[in-house]
């Protein structure tokens, strides 16, 4: 199985304030990763696919990066509504593996 | 408008069996590969099992292989996992997530608001 490592495992950042989450591949997975929002009681969304496309409707302050082993999702100008999870995943092989996740907490 | 509602979570016995189901609309369901993902209580993601378009092909991950088994019914617009065996460690919110593909790229593009399955004595 590919295991994918998010770092950190949490964040304490202030609006406006740039965030940078990294995510790697214990193999590569050429660009075949999507990044996923989750806030508290609430599903997963998609923000990113295919490392650096930004999917229809997320806000372009957020944006993918990173091809092979190592990704990184950045957050330019943290709003309120941006506190949150974050989780990468891979989709080039089964099974589709998830990061541990990166908590975005209010500093 | 698309959109996926789950059904069929509960409190089950370990070595006790549920179904699980995902009602579709909103799009072309047959169209689409489906997949169910889970999250234990205050834990992360888990991918659990996908089915291709028309049923096939179908994947499963290790830890529920030989006991969960997913389907669909494409005339119902439904997606099933049928989970046998429960353990403790199935307990989780299990979400449905309908796959898109754009520019070749794969991703779960909607999920549905989960069903809660409890593995219990």
């Known amino acids: 199985d590919i295991q994918m490592t998010q770092s950190p495992s949490s964040l304490s950042a202030s609006v406006g304030d740039t965030v940078t989450i990294t995510c790697r591949a214990s193999q590569s997975v050429i660009s075949y990763l999507n990044w996923y929002q989750q806030k508290p009681g609430k599903a997963p969304k998609v923000l990113i696919y295919?490392?650096?496309n930004l999917q229809s409707g997320a806000p372009s302050r957020f944006s993918g990066s990173g091809s092979g082993t190592d990704f990184t999702l950045t957050i330019s100008s943290l709003q309120p509504e941006d506190f949150a999870t974050y989780y990468c995943?891979?989709?080039?092989?089964?099974?589709?593996?998830f990061g541990q996740g990166t908590k975005v907490e209010s500093k | 408008e698309v959109q996926l509602l789950e059904s069929g979570g509960g409190l089950v016995q370990p070595g006790g069996s549920l179904r699980l189901s995902c009602a579709a609309s909103?799009?072309?369901?047959?169209?689409?590969?489906m997949s169910w993902v889970r999250q234990a209580p205050g834990k992360g993601l888990e991918w659990v099992s996908a089915?291709?378009?028309?049923?096939?092909?179908?994947f499963y991950a290790v830890s529920v292989q030989g006991r969960f088994t997913i389907s669909r019914d494409d005339s119902k617009n439904t997606l099933y996992l049928q989970m046998n065996s429960l353990r403790a460690e199935d307990t989780a919110l299990y979400y449905c997530?309908?796959?898109?593909?754009?520019?070749?790229?794969?991703?779960?593009?909607?999920w549905g608001q989960g069903t809660l399955v409890t593995v219990s004595s």
């Open positions: 295919g490392a650096s």
């Open positions: 997530a309908k796959h898109q593909r754009t520019s070749g790229m794969p991703y779960f593009d909607y």
């Open positions: 089915i291709g378009g028309a049923g096939a092909p179908t």
């Open positions: 909103g799009f072309t369901f047959s169209n689409y590969a």
């Open positions: 995943q891979q989709i080039r092989n089964t099974p589709w593996t």
